[in-house]
């Protein structure tokens, strides 16, 4: 019988190599692992006395935490006790304060006091030495003390009040007479005859009464106007003038009685000096007769209409200062018939008085 032959298997002596080598690496992690087994007391040694330490800070920081605590509940009492004794100091010079006010402010009423009554012994004083003055100025003449039937002023109801008063006379050429052909006529006439025409020096004895009731703690101006405005004051200055003594009034009433009425009525003019005036005046007394002729430009034409003259007036007016009283004592003027209306509204707007007065006032 014929014996076969045996045949070696490649792959089974593959297996082996490869069992082999992970028998070998199976040998090799075991002894990996042994190793750190061995030194892992060392490692656990180490952390227990690191676990101590932190240990110990832990419990000595809790003590130093409890000591700043303590340290702190005790600044706070201590300063809470300060804080109270502070309100209570406190308090006491709050009330040392009252106390010294109080005995301050007798002093100081005390001074206060007797200035006062040393102040109004020395106005008085100078109220009587004014009121001697203005006596003595007054002997003789009517400039101030303006004598008459009676007391004229109830009939006007237009008292003469505030502390910087104007009086402002209409000395345009109407104030010659009540009529248009009059007029023309004493335009022609000497000024000598001019000065004594009945309704000019009815104009002067309105302002003689005006000026005789003025103050005589205010300041005064009396203005003239008719194409232009000027003071009747000595100096020639345009702003506030003193008492004092009369003499200042009684030269601009006597300056008044040397004036010559002539030419147009400026109404704008006037209006412009009141603005002018530092401080505003508290009163404006005006003596005319009509509504205005003409404005500050120069007129084209030589005659006006009635309705070119309303409107000057309520061009003028509208630059009236607000809060200013004016006063009106309009005198008859023939051929113009809306002055009286005119005039009466502007009174009234500003809370002054208006009054057409009789021939025989003042």
Same mark, same amino acid.
């Given at each position: 019988?014929?014996?076969?032959?045996?045949?070696?298997?490649?792959?089974?002596?593959?297996?082996?190599?490869? $069992?082999?080598?992970?028998?070998?690496?199976?040998?090799?992690?075991?002894?990996?692992?042994?190793?750190?087994?061995?030194?892992?007391?060392?490692?656990?040694?180490?952390?227990?006395?690191?676990?101590?330490?932190?240990?110990?800070?832990?419990?000595?920081?809790?003590?130093?935490?409890?000591?700043?605590?303590?340290?702190?509940?005790?600044? *706070?009492?201590?300063?809470?006790?300060?804080?109270?004794?502070?309100?209570?100091?406190?308090?006491?010079?709050?009330?040392?304060?009252?106390?010294?006010?109080?005995?301050?402010?007798?002093?100081?009423?005390?001074?206060?006091?007797?200035?006062?009554?040393?102040?109004?012994?020395?106005?008085?004083?100078?109220?009587?030495?004014?009121?001697?003055?203005?006596?003595?100025?007054?002997?003789?003449?009517?400039?101030?003390?303006?004598? #008459?039937?009676?007391?004229? *002023?109830?009939?006007?109801?237009?008292?003469?009040?505030?502390?910087?008063? &104007?009086?402002?006379?209409?000395?345009?050429?109407?104030?010659?007479?009540?009529?248009?052909?009059?007029?023309?006529?004493?335009?022609?006439?000497?000024?000598?005859?001019?000065? &004594?025409?009945?309704? %000019?020096?009815?104009?002067?004895?309105?302002?003689? %009464?005006?000026?005789? *009731?003025?103050?005589?703690?205010?300041?005064?101006?009396? /203005?003239?106007?008719?194409?232009?405005?000027?003071?009747?004051?000595?100096?020639?200055? $345009? *702003?506030?003038?003193? $008492? +004092?003594?009369?003499?200042?009034?009684?030269?601009?009433?006597?300056?008044?009685?040397?004036?010559?009425?002539?030419?147009?009525?400026?109404?704008?003019?006037?209006?412009?000096?009141?603005?002018?005036?530092?401080?505003?005046?508290?009163?404006? /007394?005006?003596?005319?007769? +009509?509504?205005?002729?003409?404005?500050?430009?120069?007129?084209?034409?030589?005659?006006?209409?009635?309705?070119?003259?309303?409107?000057?007036?309520?061009?003028?007016?509208?630059?009236?200062?607000?809060?200013?009283?004016?006063?009106?004592?309009?005198?008859?003027?023939? #051929?113009?018939?809306?002055?009286?209306?005119?005039?009466?509204?502007?009174?009234?707007?500003?809370?002054?008085?208006?009054?057409?007065?009789?021939?025989?006032?003042?």
């Amino acid at each position: 019988m014929k014996r076969r032959k045996r045949q070696t298997s490649v792959f089974s002596l593959a297996f082996l190599d490869v $069992m082999s080598c992970g028998f070998g690496a199976i040998v090799l992690i075991f002894l990996i692992v042994n190793n750190k087994t061995e030194t892992q007391p060392y490692d656990s040694e180490e952390s227990l006395a690191e676990l101590r330490l932190l240990d110990f800070e832990k419990l000595k920081g809790q003590r130093e935490l409890s000591e700043l605590e303590k340290n702190a509940r005790k600044t *706070q009492m201590e300063l809470n006790s300060a804080e109270a004794e502070r309100s209570l100091l406190q308090n006491e010079l709050r009330q040392l304060i009252e106390e010294l006010e109080n005995i301050k402010g007798s002093s100081v009423a005390e001074i206060e006091a007797t200035a006062k009554l040393r102040s109004d012994v020395r106005n008085r004083e100078e109220k009587l030495k004014q009121l001697q003055a203005l006596e003595r100025a007054n002997e003789g003449n009517d400039l101030r003390v303006f004598e #008459g039937e009676g007391d004229r *002023q109830y009939l006007t109801g237009m008292k003469i009040g505030g502390r910087n008063i &104007v009086i402002a006379v209409d000395t345009s050429a109407s104030m010659l007479d009540n009529t248009v052909v009059n007029i023309i006529r004493r335009r022609n006439m000497s000024d000598e005859q001019k000065r &004594v025409a009945p309704k %000019w020096q009815r104009a002067i004895r309105t302002v003689e %009464w005006l000026s005789a *009731q003025l103050p005589l703690d205010a300041d005064f101006q009396i /203005y003239k106007f008719n194409e232009a405005v000027q003071t009747l004051t000595n100096d020639q200055t $345009m *702003q506030w003038q003193s $008492m +004092g003594d009369g003499s200042a009034l009684n030269s601009a009433v006597s300056m008044l009685e040397k004036e010559v009425p002539s030419g147009g009525t400026n109404m704008e003019a006037l209006i412009l000096a009141l603005r002018d005036l530092n401080p505003s005046p508290d009163s404006v /007394y005006i003596v005319t007769d +009509g509504l205005p002729t003409r404005d500050n430009l120069e007129p084209r034409r030589a005659t006006v209409t009635s309705a070119q003259r309303l409107e000057l007036f309520r061009d003028a007016a509208n630059r009236l200062p607000r809060q200013i009283p004016i006063n009106v004592i309009l005198f008859p003027m023939e #051929g113009d018939p809306m002055a009286g209306a005119a005039w009466w509204q502007l009174a009234r707007a500003t809370g002054g008085a208006f009054i057409s007065p009789s021939w025989d006032w003042p």
